[in-house]
Nanobody, 125 residues
Framework: QVQLVESGGGLVQAGGSLRLSCAASGTIYRVNVMAWYRQTPGKQRELVAAVTSGGTTNYAESVKGRFTISGDNAKNTVYLEMNSLKPEDTAVYYC???????????????????WGQGTQVTVSS
């Protein structure tokens, strides 16, 4: 199976920085996309940033210019560098990976989504 293990959350003052890490392990043939989502109570989970295996990145408008996502294909790891943090960035951050465990899956797509357990990021004003 596949596991995603996140680290790096915590409490920081507004204007500060944090770096999140997420490592995928287990039976992995190929990682297609790794991403970070976040969720606050009563709201839907939203995409923060994503990076493909080819290095293409995508960001939510609210974090452009402040957050940087990067991936290490050899380690199946994704990082999220968060700078100039704001109180509204407070949320539980979840790592997501769209990947293939196998090269061939009879009768269906090999692509599946996996999620980490979430890490709390709290930004105080």
């Amino acid at each position: 199976q596949v596991q995603l293990v996140e680290s790096g959350g915590g409490l920081v003052q507004a204007g500060g920085s944090l770096r999140l890490s997420c490592a995928a392990s287990g039976t992995i043939y190929r990682v297609n996309v790794m991403a970070w989502y976040r969720q606050t109570p009563g709201k839907q989970r939203e995409l923060v940033a994503a990076v493909t295996s080819g290095g293409t990145t995508n960001y939510a408008e609210s974090v452009k210019g402040r957050f940087t996502i990067s991936g290490d294909n050899a380690k199946n790891t994704v990082y999220l560098e968060m700078n100039s943090l704001k109180p509204e960035d407070t949320a539980v951050y979840y790592c997501n990976a769209n990947l293939q465990m196998y090269s061939y899956c009879p009768g269906r797509s090999c692509d599946d989504d996996y999620w980490g357990q979430g890490t709390q990021v709290t930004v105080s004003s």
